[in-house]
């Protein structure tokens, strides 16, 4: 019996084509990220990030739809994420902070507050 809900194994990049493709775009922003970081550039830099945004979106969309990850705790995580990129793109379009205070707001409310709030609450524990 197989259940209705069940997703196709070459669903989703289960397939070896799907997998080097995405290992493949991984490296690719990792080099960039490299490259951005050696040449100081931080257009490059930026572009890199949402590069990897995108891909660790995609990354997360596909481990849902083949697992069911969908919990309490990574929904939290996940809401934080999108808050932190529309702060990412709000504060460099509407504001004239330096980038460095920038992303520091950016990695403290995508990363920082979640796992505090992770950590020292009883959100999404049995």
Known sequence: MVPSESVDDDQYFGGRGGVVALAVAYVAVGLGLFYSLATESIDLFSGVLVAIVVLVGLSLYILYRREGLMTAE?????????????????????????????????????????????????????
Request: overall charge negative; hydrophobic content about 55%.
């Open 74 to 126: 990574n929904k939290l995580i996940g809401i934080f994420v999108l808050l932190a990129m529309g702060l990412l793109f709000g504060l460099l379009e509407f504001t004239d902070l330096p980038l460095e205070i920038v992303y520091g707001i950016v990695f403290g409310v995508g990363v920082v507050v979640p796992g505090f709030l992770l950590q020292y609450t009883d959100y999404g524990s049995d």
